[in-house]
C-alpha cells in the first residue's frame, strides 16, 4: 500500500471520531463500561466476519501476545476514561481536553529514533495546553466540583491515546487484522468490569440504540482499523496534523446538535489547541527537511 493511501485511509478515523462525543453523549443512561463492551462487541465482530471472508484468520495466530495486551491496554484504557469523563464533566469541554491527542501525538513521535524534539514542539505543546486551561477556567464557576474529575479523566484520555498511537508505529510489522483482537478482548473486560462496577442500564429511546449502534460500526469500529493502517503505513506527522481537525469537528458536532452553545470561549480554546498543535506539526516538518 502506498504511504500516500494509507495517510488517507488514517484521515477516515478523524471524521468518524468527530461523531464520539456526539453518540456518547445520546447513548445515555447507558453506563461507560457497559457502552465499551456493547460497541467493541459490534466493531470486533464486524472486523473478525471482514478477515474470516479473506481468509486471513491464521494471522491472529502470529501477533505476539505483548502486542495483544499493549493494543487491548491502550482501546480499553482510552475509552474507558473517554465515556466516564463525558459523563463527569460537560461534553464539549471534556471532548476537547481529550482531543490534546493530536498534539501529543506529534510530541511523542518527535522522540521516536531518527526524530528530532524541536522548540517548536514545546512552544506548541504550551499554547495547545493554554486552551484546554481556558476551558476549565472558564467553567469552574458554573459548574458543580464534580466536574473536576471528569477534566482530569479527559487528560489522561489524551495521553493514552497518543501513547498507544505512537506505539503502534513500533509494530508496524503487525497486520492491521490484530486489531479485531483488541476490540473484542477489550470488549470482554469491559463487560467483566461492567458486571462487578456498574448497574445495567440499557437504551431508553430509540435514538439511544441507534447511537450506540452507530458508535459500534463506526468511531468505536471502522475507525481503529482505518486508523492503524494510516500510524503504521502513513505520514504519522500529517496524520498527526489532519487530526487536529478533530476538536473543532467534535465542538461543531455538539453545537449542531444542540448538546453544546456556541460560546465565545469554546471557539478561542478551539483555536489555540488547533493553533499550538499546527505549531508543532510545522517544527517536526522542519526537522524532516533538516535532516
Not at 495466530?61 to 466516564?84: D, E, N, W
Not at 471532548?95 to 501529543?104: D, Q, T
Not at 487484522?177 to 462496577?197: D, E, Q, Y
Not at 493553533?275 to 526537522?287: E, F, I, K, N, P
Request: glycine fraction near 10%; charged fraction near 10%.
Amino acid at each position: 500500500m502506498k504511504k500516500e493511501t494509507a495517510t488517507f485511509l488514517g484521515f477516515g478515523a478523524v471524521l468518524l471520531w468527530a461523531l464520539l462525543a456526539l453518540f456518547t453523549t445520546a447513548s445515555a443512561p447507558i453506563p461507560p463500561l457497559q457502552l465499551n463492551a456493547m460497541c467493541f462487541a459490534i466493531g470486533g465482530t464486524l472486523g473478525l466476519i471482514w478477515i474470516t471472508a479473506q481468509g486471513r484468520l491464521a494471522e491472529l495466530t502470529r501477533v505476539p501476545l505483548k502486542v495483544y495486551a499493549f493494543g487491548t491496554l491502550g482501546l480499553f484504557g482510552y475509552h474507558f476514561l473517554y465515556f466516564s469523563a463525558l459523563r463527569m464533566a460537560p461534553p464539549a469541554q471534556a471532548g476537547l481536553i481529550a482531543y490534546l491527542w493530536p498534539l501529543l501525538i506529534v510530541l511523542f513521535s518527535g522522540l521516536l529514533p531518527n526524530e528530532t524534539l524541536r522548540k517548536g514542539h514545546i512552544f506548541g505543546a504550551v499554547i495547545g495546553f493554554s486552551g484546554a486551561a481556558l476551558i476549565i477556567a472558564s467553567d469552574l464557576g458554573t459548574v458543580s466540583a464534580s466536574s473536576l474529575p471528569g477534566y482530569g479523566l479527559a487528560l489522561l484520555c489524551a495521553l493514552t491515546w497518543s501513547g498507544y498511537s505512537v506505539g503502534s508505529r513500533v509494530f508496524g510489522a503487525v497486520p492491521t487484522s490484530s486489531v479485531v483482537v483488541f476490540c473484542l478482548t477489550t470488549a470482554i473486560l469491559s463487560g467483566f468490569a461492567h458486571s462487578v462496577l456498574e448497574d445495567t442500564h440499557w437504551p431508553i429511546a430509540p435514538t439511544a440504540w441507534l447511537a450506540t449502534i452507530g458508535l459500534g460500526l463506526g468511531p468505536v469500529g471502522l475507525a481503529f482499523f482505518v486508523w492503524d493502517i494510516g500510524v503504521k503505513k502513513g505520514d504519522i506527522q500529517l496524520l498527526g496534523t489532519a487530526s487536529y481537525a478533530a476538536p473543532l469537528l467534535s465542538t461543531l458536532a455538539l453545537v449542531v446538535a444542540g448538546v453544546a452553545a456556541p460560546t465565545l470561549t469554546l471557539a478561542i480554546a478551539a483555536v489555540l489547541i488547533t493553533g499550538g498543535a499546527v505549531l508543532a506539526a510545522r517544527a517536526s516538518r522542519a526537522t524532516n527537511y533538516t535532516d
